[in-house]
């Protein structure tokens, strides 16, 4: 395969994961922004979504230090000057699908094409709340079904190795962006951790990663800081956390190097992270910081992003 081509189809799959991200971010600040003042009135939840999705610099340059509902929602879901917006998430995917369109299933291009298409209906000028929420659940629903259509309908080869790489790589990040945010950000000063501001704001997280459920399933009790870190970092039963992730990018990087028959620096990185995760246990990560952690796995994970890029994609 061309690395042009390999290039074209890991970005596709990782904007359009990007784009779900965000909508899940979005969806889950707007709720944490709607809770009674009595749980804590105080709170920046919109400063929090824009760090989680690492945009702040860019929005203070923008907008400067207004950082409200209306700005955040339209910076992060239509800003053209936004590299990483929604709609620039899919209109990039969407070049990138064209770039490709021959290693792609019908079902994919279908569903990139009419999702950007119907994007065009969507407009920050007329976007209430009950529109806001239309769009986020389209965006969400969007990412399911070229996910679904990418799984059951592409060869196992090359192709779907590259763009399962990608959507983990990204897939990754962000889960851990999510958690160091919540962790050092959202509560506030005056909060308690374990008050009820802090037991919604964890809740809130795991839907954002649509992990409530799953968090109930595994530990039967109330949410915890550690049981929900424990979950979305440790657990490999959870398809967001950081270790499926991390099993997932080994294998296909693994399936990639038999294919072409080189072992080169991304297995390595790969095999090597995935290790450190499965040698860690929460009460050392909690000792050790889990901002510190989070901050050394980004970069772990970008590391790796650029050593793919390198090995196979230039």
């Keep these: 395969m061309l690395s042009r081509t390999a290039d074209n189809l890991y970005w596709l799959a990782r904007y359009m994961e990007r784009a779900e991200c965000l909508a899940r971010i979005l969806d889950v600040t707007q709720r944490l922004a709607q809770l009674p003042a009595a749980y ?16 702040d610099e860019l929005f203070k340059q923008v907008h400067g230090d207004e950082v409200n509902e209306a700005n955040v929602v339209a910076f992060l879901a239509f800003a053209p000057e936004n590299p990483s917006s929604i709609r620039n998430c ?20 279908e569903t990139i ?7 065009k209906r969507y407009s920050t000028k007329s976007m209430t709340r009950e ?13 399911l079904r070229f996910d679904g259509a990418a799984y059951r309908t592409m060869l196992r080869n090359d192709a779907f190795w590259f763009s399962r790489v990608g959507m983990y790589v990204e897939r990754a990040d962000n889960t851990a962006r999510i958690l160091d945010v919540k962790y050092h950000v959202l509560l506030p000063e005056q909060e308690h951790v374990g008050g009820p501001l802090d037991y919604f704001q964890w809740a809130s997280i795991l839907r954002s990663v649509s992990a409530l459920t799953s968090f ?6 109330s949410v915890k800081p550690w049981l929900v870190a424990d979950l979305l970092i440790l657990n490999a039963q959870m398809p967001r956390s950081l270790t499926s992730c991390y099993q997932n990018i080994s294998r296909y990087l693994d399936d990639l190097a038999a294919y072409y028959g080189r072992q080169g620096a991304s297995q390595r990185l790969a095999r090597t992270s995935l290790t ?36 196979y994609l230039l």
């Design 40 to 55: 804590g009135g105080s709170t920046n939840e919109w400063t929090s979504a824009l760090l989680t999705a690492g945009c």
């Design 90 to 109: 899919f209109e990039i995917a969407r070049t990138n699908a064209r770039s490709v369109r021959t290693a792609l299933t019908i079902e994919m291009w």
């Design 113 to 119: 094409n009419s999702a950007w298409l119907e994007l």
């Design 131 to 143: 529109e806001l929420a239309r769009f986020l659940s389209f965006v969400k629903e969007t990412s």
């Design 216 to 221: 109930h399933w595994v530990y039967r009790e």
């Design 276 to 311: 450190k995760l499965g040698n860690s246990r929460m009460d050392d990560v909690f000792q050790m910081g889990l901002h510190e952690y989070i901050d050394a796995f980004i970069t772990d994970n970008n590391r790796l992003g650029g050593a793919i890029t390198e090995q």
